[in-house]
């Protein structure tokens, strides 16, 4: 999503893998930002929380009648329905931050 979105690019790559990974880990209630993810990214959860704020945000209110293909192909089971899943509530992904 965030390929189409010019806003994005000005990000380097890494930080915006980071964000999506902490994000993704959030939504799935799998645990927060661990000492060896900080290590091996080289950012701490503090530095990631704006990005993955902007991404959740990106995520809530993306159009519907875009990428109908692209969405069709991730609500298959093979790529685990991802295209499905509910973006996260702003307020409860603030307190999930905010005890990383």
Do not use: I
Not at 29 to 45: C, D, H, I, R
Not at 56 to 62: C, E, G, S
Request: hydrophobic share 40%; glycine share 4%; aromatic share 12%.
């Amino acid at each position: 999503m965030t390929l189409q979105e010019y806003d994005y690019a000005r990000e380097s790559p890494s930080k915006l893998a980071a964000s999506c990974l902490l994000l993704a880990l959030t939504m799935k209630n799998l645990g927060g930002w661990t000492p060896t993810l900080e290590y091996y990214s080289g950012y701490s959860a503090q530095d990631l929380h704006p990005l993955v704020k902007r991404l959740n945000f990106l995520f809530t209110y993306q159009p519907r009648d875009k990428l109908n293909a692209v969405r069709s192909k991730y609500s298959h089971r093979v790529f685990f329905e991802v295209a499905k899943v509910t973006p996260m509530d702003m307020l409860k992904l603030e307190e999930a931050l905010t005890s990383c």
